[in-house]
């Protein structure tokens, strides 16, 4: 959601600047550093590619393929893959296969420890991931859950040492559903199969009266109090 009046304070941003605003600055004030952007093929990050993308400059955009990927998923890679050939499309997942972990952490751990499987798939490969990394740039939004209200659009990722920008942090999802209609940028086809966010096949479920443009986490790791993966330094 665009502010009225954006403003700019000696080449930086605020909270009163608008996405097109922080967008333009983090690319110019981190063009010489490593900035990746992140992606788990929800409608958020298809957004924010397509906004990184329009003014043609090379990026880096990371996804974590949990070996549990929706097919959905994998084919909306291959759509923003060709869609945006300047974009470099990186895999930064695990490479603990999913016999490994059964083998050693036993079957079914997204049931038995949904914590340890997300550290395993998710947390300890983005830490690779980040290695190196100077901004890390996220389709993170303050109104996704109550862990994520404080959201700042500039700031300091404790856990992986980071920058960390999130130029979406003020828009609602109704937002991201109008730019994404009006910029006709692909999304996940799970969003129309009653799926609000998007995740592993065994942890994500369709939200009964779900309507496209809304936003629950209501699917995630349904049947559990369990609402965070702990990738931004929430949940675990």
Request: a negative charge; aromatic letters at 10%; charged letters at 25%.
């Amino acid at each position: 959601m665009e502010t009225s009046a954006p403003q700019h304070s000696n080449g930086q941003v605020s909270e009163t600047s608008s996405t097109e605003e922080i967008i333009a600055w983090s690319l110019e004030r981190f063009a010489e550093q490593n900035v990746v952007i992140t992606t788990s093929f929800g409608m958020e990050g298809c957004a924010l590619i397509d906004m990184y993308a329009a003014p043609g400059k090379p990026l880096t955009v990371i996804y974590l393929d949990t070996m549990f990927f929706f097919p959905e998923s994998h084919k909306l890679r291959e759509i923003m893959i060709e869609r945006y050939p300047h974009l470099n499309f990186v895999n930064r997942g695990t490479t603990l296969t999913p016999e490994q972990q059964a083998a050693e952490y036993g079957e079914e751990l997204w049931k038995s420890n949904p914590d340890i499987c997300c550290r395993l798939r998710k947390v300890e490969p983005m830490r690779e991931a980040m290695k190196g990394v100077d901004v890390w740039v996220t389709g993170l939004r303050r109104s996704q859950s109550p862990s994520r209200a404080h959201l700042q659009i500039i700031e300091w990722d404790w856990s992986f040492q980071v920058l960390k920008v999130n130029p979406l942090a003020n828009w609602e999802r109704q937002d991201i559903w109008k730019y994404v209609q009006e910029h006709k940028v692909p999304y996940n086809e799970l969003h129309e199969k009653g799926y609000p966010s998007v995740g592993c096949t065994h942890c994500t479920k369709p939200v009964e009266g779900y309507r496209i443009g809304e936003y629950t986490r209501a699917g995630r790791w349904n049947g559990t109090s369990k609402t965070e993966c702990g990738l931004h330094g929430y949940g675990i």
